[in-house]
């Protein structure tokens, strides 16, 4: 069954652990993958159906990596989920995409979920995919939306005999997949520092109604990142104090280096906020600056204008004996007179700098 985002409400009044797909759907197949891999052995390949995933989890001397591509597809989540023994609730909240990044430990296994953002540089936006990781004793599981290739890297270290993650268990798996989400949050955080560079010059120089929007646009991007990457922190920070066997001592030491680099981006993130913020502020400033500047060229005009108005004035009156008027030269004196007192005032203008 598939249900929008908004249709949650469909589910209210089902038992828990009823599974129901709440989310958009991404793909239109369903892909399933496999790595069985150890020191010396690596398989890798699609599956096209749950029931092979039993010949491989048979296979204890093998430590085993199923990923699922495409969540739409209920029955076959309940498969995998009934092969591996996982829990009713784990596998409602696999298929529910709105989760907030977490992590419960189930005794035999561990269940997190973290939220895996992108830049779409063609349609200049953030694009979020929830990825959920279960890690058993030999096994892991890992759900994703749809492919983005993040995990690509980490498949290619697999291949390497040499490799550090050919020689530790799934755990360290599991930290190479929660360290491959947390890279992408670099990547997003230097592009929008460029990008906010910029727009501090335009702010400066020319700022304009679409500058506003853009500062507004950014506001929500730091929001929804700030949403993301600090129950990050919590879950990574559970991971690294957790008890349970199935995390190794020498895996929990790359887990506190992971743990650094949440710390890093939350600071990233409220600076950019901040500055974002600020900008608020300055953008504002800036308007009034410049409708300040046009007063003060109007009020300078309007004042110039005041004592040619007022000379303008007395010599329109209709009075009959005015010696002025019958004077040869009056007129052009008196458009000279009119003159100077207009460069006067704007010279003194001047001097004071009020232009």
């Keep these: 069954m598939k249900l929008g ?5 469909t589910k209210v009044g089902l038992a828990p652990g009823t599974l129901v797909h709440i989310g958009e759907k991404k793909v239109e197949k369903v892909v399933i993958s496999v790595l069985a891999y150890n020191s010396e052995k690596l398989i890798e390949k699609q599956l096209t159906s749950i029931e092979e995933c039993v010949a491989f989890k048979d296979q204890s001397d093998l430590n085993l990596w199923i990923n699922v591509d495409g969540l739409d597809r209920v029955e076959v ?20 995409t709105g989760q907030r990044p977490k992590m419960d430990d189930y005794g035999s296994y561990i269940f997190t979920v973290l939220k895996m ?24 599981l890992s759900f994703q939306e749809k492919e983005e290739g993040v995990f690509d890297p980490l498949r290619e270290r697999l291949k390497n005999p040499a490799s550090r993650v050919r020689k530790n268990g799934v755990d360290y798996l599991a930290y190479g997949l929660i360290d491959a989400v947390v890279d992408n949050y670099f990547v997003i955080l230097e592009h929008f520092g460029e990008e906010i560079e910029e727009l501090e010059e335009e702010l400066i120089i020319n700022p304009c109604p679409d500058t506003i929007k853009t500062i507004q646009t950014y506001k929500r991007d730091m929001i929804i990142l700030r949403k993301s990457i600090w129950p990050l922190r919590e879950l990574i920070n559970g ?36 500055i974002l913020s600020s ?5 504002l400033s800036s308007l009034s600056y410049k409708m300040n500047d046009v007063m003060k060229v109007l009020t300078v005009i309007a004042t110039i204008f005041i004592p040619l108005t007022f000379i303008a004035g007395v010599y329109g009156m209709n009075f009959e004996y005015m ?13 000279v007179f009119m003159t100077v007192i207009g460069i006067t005032m704007f010279t003194y203008f001047k001097k004071k700098r009020w232009v």
């Excluded at 989540?77 to 529910?96: A, M, Q, R, S, Y």
């Excluded at 063609?122 to 929830?130: C, F, G, H, L, P």
């Excluded at 010696?323 to 458009?335: C, D, H, I, K, T």
Aim: charged share 25%; net charge negative; hydrophobic share 40%.
């Design 239 to 274: 991971l690294q104090r957790s008890e349970s066997e199935l995390i190794k001592e020498t895996t929990r030491l790359f887990l506190r280096d992971i743990y650094d680099h949440t710390i890093q981006i939350i600071d990233s993130v409220e600076t950019y906020r901040d």
């Design 279 to 283: 900008m608020v502020d300055v953008y």
């Design 117 to 140: 953002m992108l830049f779409d540089a063609e349609k200049d936006e953030i694009i979020t995919d929830q990825i959920s990781i279960i890690f058993g004793y030999n096994y892991i």
């Design 5 to 9: 985002t908004s249709g949650r409400k």
């Design 77 to 96: 989540i309940e498969k995998l989920g009934n092969c591996f023994n996982i829990h009713p609730l784990t596998l409602e909240d696999v298929l529910h």
């Design 323 to 335: 010696p002025e008027l019958g004077m040869r030269w009056g007129y052009p004196a008196v458009m």
